[in-house]
């Protein structure tokens, strides 16, 4: 069975930073594209950054620059360092390895 957990969300001040963490079991965790998506209430769930099993690594273009994603295969985690945060991306952050396995979310809030 395969489980993905996300941690780290919560309340932050615009300009802070916020680490999301994904932990995955229950599949070769080396052999998946790693990515992170976000979902506000009424959109479409979209694209924010993605690592490749062969180290190519993308990101939406409005995170780019502010967001790092990181993956440790020994640890089947992979990370979403999130600097410079701004209102605009309050949301629900998933981790989906391959897009096919999600997890529950974890809820990031950027409010003064």
């Known amino acids: 069975q395969v489980h993905v957990v996300e941690s780290g969300g919560g309340l932050v001040q615009p300009g802070g930073s916020l680490r999301l963490s994904c932990v995955v079991s229950?599949?070769?965790?080396?052999?998946?594209?790693m990515g992170w998506y976000r979902q506000a209430p009424g959109k479409v769930r979209e694209f924010v950054a993605t690592?490749?099993?062969?180290?190519?690594?993308m990101y939406h273009s409005s995170v780019k620059g502010r967001f790092t994603i990181l993956r440790d295969n020994d640890k089947n985690t992979v990370y979403l360092q999130m600097n410079s945060l701004n209102i605009e991306v309050t949301t629900d952050y998933y981790c989906?390895?391959?897009?096919?396995?999600w997890g529950q979310g974890t809820q990031v809030t950027v409010s003064s």
């Open positions: 229950g599949i070769d965790f080396s052999a998946y594209t």
């Open positions: 989906a390895p391959g897009i096919v396995h």
């Open positions: 690592a490749r099993r062969s180290g190519e690594i």
